[in-house]
């Protein structure tokens, strides 16, 4: 079974850092692209980062120089590291599987229950 669990939320202050992890089992991950997505009730869906089987990485414009997002393949983990948070970051962060994804497009296949971030100022 496939399961997708993000941990590593929480509350900081502007400006603060957040390193959230993903779980992940049940996924051939070596040969996924893998990703993080945040989510509140007032916007839509927005993609932060993913990364491709190759390593290849694609970070959204709103938190590039500020979120990193890296794996450690032998514990099939996928892990967004955020600085310099800001208010405008206070999101759901889910995990997510694509079946594809190359630059700005992807598929989505699946996500995680997400993990909550509250940044105040």
């Known amino acids: 079974q496939e399961q997708l669990v993000e941990s590593g939320g929480g509350s900081v202050q502007s400006g603060g850092s957040l390193r959230l992890s993903c779980a992940t089992a049940?996924?051939?991950?070596?040969?996924?692209?893998m990703g993080w997505f945040r989510q509140t009730p007032e916007k839509e869906r927005e993609g932060v980062a993913r990364?491709?089987?190759?390593?290849?990485?694609w970070i959204a414009d709103s938190v590039k120089g500020r979120f990193t997002i890296y794996q450690d393949r032998a514990k099939k983990t996928l892990y967004l590291q955020m600085n310099g948070l800001k208010p405008e970051d206070t999101a759901k962060y889910h995990c997510?599987?694509?079946?594809?994804?190359?630059?700005?497009?992807?598929?989505?296949?699946?996500w995680g229950q997400g993990t909550p971030v509250t940044v105040s100022s």
């Open positions: 997510a599987a694509y079946d594809y994804c190359s630059g700005e497009n992807y598929i989505l296949d699946a």
């Open positions: 049940g996924y051939t991950y070596s040969s996924r692209c």
């Open positions: 990364i491709d089987a190759d390593g290849n990485t």
